[in-house]
């Protein structure tokens, strides 16, 4: 994988309130988000109208665990990422841009 962010959701992130009382989880939408917030950070792209597709959810993540969001551009100009926390993976997937095609509707 080619770019890397390093971060933790804090426990007083508002997704835990409900994600499960006694025993915090990071919702998989939360994932979701932050990844490809760091992807769109990174590299500048505009994810804004994108395609996730081939998500795997592999182990849950509590609040305050150290993660990174693993990222890399395929040949075919979808990108491959994996969230990991340590050696552990957490969630894979790959992201398919569709803001730079025109739609007719």
């Given amino acids: 994988m080619n770019n890397v962010t390093h971060l933790t959701i804090p426990a007083d ?9 006694g025993n915090p989880t990071v919702p998989g939408v ?19 109208v994108c395609e996730i597709s081939t998500v795997k959810f592999l182990s849950p993540v509590s609040p305050n665990e150290p993660i990174s969001i693993e990222h890399t551009l395929l040949p075919t100009g979808a990108i491959r990422f994996e969230i990991v926390c340590g050696t552990r993976k957490i969630a894979t997937g790959r992201v398919i841009n569709h803001s730079s095609k025109s739609t007719t509707l």
């Fill in 13 to 21: 992130h508002p997704a835990f309130a409900g994600h499960f009382p």
């Fill in 30 to 48: 939360v994932l979701l988000d932050i990844a490809l917030h760091a992807i769109t950070t990174a590299t500048g792209t505009d994810l804004a």
